[in-house]
């Protein structure tokens, strides 16, 4: 069996939101996270925003999606979660893979404190969030599948 860093595909990382939709890929070795910018899905429909991620997903020639499941702190599913598997269900079937969960809880907090960190205006933290919190859910993903036995 291939080691996961033998693989030469991208992998795409969706942190989705109501008003924005962060996106970022890995490099093709699969390795590093980097962001891709967003797509504002406010005034588009479910179906519209995953026809937009699988362009992408074909644009980058990627080989797998991971997008961030947002869970309460007692690990219960939020409210949020039942949109998120229904765009996770759209980009399956349109793109015939299985897309991965990743547990975000606290991505969006850890985004912000890097921003901060980075000096990046409050202005401009509310247009990098979602990208940064996109990075760090594929990060997390690809971080996890190397440590797997």
């Given amino acids: 069996m291939k080691n996961f860093r033998e693989y030469t595909m991208r992998v795409i990382g ?4 109501t008003v924005r939709t962060g996106i970022a890929v890995s490099d093709p070795s ?4 980097q962001p891709a910018g967003f797509i504002r899905c406010d005034s588009i429909s479910l179906e519209e ?15 797998e999606i991971v997008i961030g499941l947002p869970k309460h702190m007692s ?4 409210t949020h979660a039942g949109k998120v598997r229904e765009l ?16 975000e809880r606290l991505t969006s907090v850890s ?3 890097l921003l901060i960190e980075g000096n990046v205006s409050r ?3 509310k247009q990098k969030i979602d990208t940064v919190a996109a990075c760090i859910i594929l ?7 190397t440590s797997d036995p």
């Avoid at 399956?92 to 991965?100: A, C, P, Q």
């Avoid at 990060?139 to 599948?145: E, F, G, S, W």
């Fill in 75 to 78: 690990g219960d599913e939020g």
């Fill in 139 to 145: 990060q997390a993903y690809l971080d996890a599948k």
């Fill in 30 to 33: 699969a390795f590093i996270a």
């Fill in 123 to 125: 202005e401009k933290r």
């Fill in 88 to 103: 996770a269900t759209l980009l399956e079937t349109k793109l015939n893979i299985k897309v991965d969960y990743l547990d």
């Fill in 14 to 17: 969706i942190d989705y939101g």
């Fill in 111 to 113: 985004a912000e404190k």
């Fill in 49 to 63: 925003l995953a026809g937009q991620i699988a362009k992408k997903y074909t644009e980058v020639n990627a080989g």
